[in-house]
Structure formats: structure tokens, C-alpha cells
């Protein structure tokens, strides 16, 4: 029951200092953290790049036969996701985009049935697609 306690106290405090940190409330990091316990977990079955040679080749005979695209496994394009600068800490969301807000640029990659392969959104907005 000790061990409970102590754990139920350590989830409280991070709430705690994220909100605080990020000055959104605590409601909302409770709601994002329970998104994230459900959601993220299942990534890895959701977005799959193909890693053995058989994977490969299927995807590359795919995109031959569908599109006449030779030798390709995907497609791969960046958006811009707006985010909100934090009233505090909010120097280290200072980059903004070449339109002067505030995003995170997000790469992504799909298969042909239009599945993601491949998600990475850990570039501010300020970073050009061809670095990410």
C-alpha cells in the first residue's frame, strides 16, 4: 500500500511541475499524459517501416505496379503543426517558421495504403525539411 502511495505521489508532482513548467493546467497534462499511456504504446504497431528484404521488395514491386515509380518503398513530405508558446520557458520555442509562428516542423512517410512507416516530430518550425 506504501509503494502505491509513493507512486500516486510522484504522478501528482509531475503533473505538478509540467504544468507549472509549461503554464497549461493540470487537468490538460493529466488528459495528455493518459493519450500518451494509451496511444503512444501502440506506435509500434501503427507506424511500421519494412525491415526485412522481403518487406522491401514487396513495398518496391507495390510502387512499380501501382504507380510506375521504380525502386521507391514510400513517400515522404513535411507539414507544420502550430503550437502555442508557453508563457514561460517560452525562449526555447523562440524559433518560429518562415511565416513568424510558432510550430513544430513534422516529417512523416506512408506506404502505398496510405499507412505511416515512419513519424518524426522533434524539429521546431524553424528547421528546413531538408534537415530533418
Given at each position: 500500500m506504501k509503494l502505491d502511495n509513493t507512486i500516486v505521489l510522484r504522478k501528482q508532482r509531475y503533473v505538478y511541475v509540467i504544468s507549472v513548467?509549461?503554464?497549461?493546467?493540470?487537468?490538460?497534462?493529466?488528459?495528455?499524459?493518459?493519450?500518451?499511456?494509451?496511444?503512444?504504446?501502440?506506435?509500434?504497431?501503427?507506424?511500421?517501416?519494412?525491415?526485412?528484404?522481403?518487406?522491401?521488395?514487396?513495398?518496391?514491386?507495390?510502387?512499380?505496379?501501382?504507380?510506375?515509380?521504380?525502386?521507391?518503398?514510400?513517400?515522404?513530405?513535411?507539414?507544420h503543426i502550430g503550437i502555442?508558446?508557453?508563457?514561460?520557458?517560452?525562449?526555447?520555442y523562440s524559433r518560429i517558421n518562415r511565416k513568424g509562428t510558432p510550430t513544430l516542423n513534422v516529417q512523416a512517410a506512408c506506404d502505398t495504403r496510405e499507412m505511416f512507416t515512419s513519424v518524426d516530430v522533434s524539429w521546431p518550425g524553424s528547421v528546413h525539411d531538408s534537415r530533418i
Open positions: 513548467t509549461l503554464d497549461v493546467n493540470k487537468v490538460l497534462v493529466r488528459k495528455l499524459v493518459l493519450v500518451k499511456q494509451r496511444y503512444l504504446g501502440l506506435s509500434n504497431e501503427w507506424i511500421k517501416f519494412p525491415t526485412t528484404n522481403h518487406e522491401l521488395m514487396e513495398a518496391k514491386r507495390i510502387w512499380q505496379s501501382m504507380y510506375k515509380f521504380p525502386t521507391a518503398i514510400g513517400v515522404i513530405d513535411c507539414t502555442l508558446k508557453p508563457n514561460r520557458h517560452g525562449d526555447e
